[in-house]
């Protein structure tokens, strides 16, 4: 079955910057929609905060837009999402799926990569 592994994440002081990777087990070609998104502690859904098309267009949620920026690389089917000037509120564990999620050949979600601010 094909799988997302998220990793990058860590623990980061607040200013501080991440690049968070999402590889998947099969390809991501012909996926028109990926998506990052996280789930905040408390939080019991995933929150959608980017997305990039085949094409390369990108969109961002409010809360991360002028600090993030998601790029895919369908060659080695890796997602990426870079997060600048990390806040407290950045604290989540931090997801890839397809948009809309577990479409195409995925249909299960990675186990994610915990990105924690904190100083």
């Known amino acids: 079955q094909a799988q997302f592994v998220e990793s990058g994440g860590g623990l980061v002081q607040p200013g501080g910057s991440l690049r968070l990777s999402c590889a998947a087990s099969a390809s991501i070609s012909a996926i028109p929609t990926m998506a990052w998104l996280r789930q905040s502690p408390g939080n019991q859904q995933r929150d959608l905060i980017a997305t990039i098309t085949t094409g390369g267009r990108a969109d961002y949620a409010d809360s991360v837009k002028g600090r993030a920026t998601i790029s895919r690389d369908n060659a080695v089917n890796t997602v990426y999402f870079q997060l600048n000037s990390l806040k407290l509120e950045d604290t989540a564990v931090y997801y890839c799926?397809?948009?809309?999620?577990?479409?195409?050949?995925?249909?299960?979600w990675g186990s994610g990569t915990q990105v924690t601010v904190s100083s």
């Open positions: 799926n397809t948009w809309p999620p577990l479409s195409g050949a995925f249909h299960s």
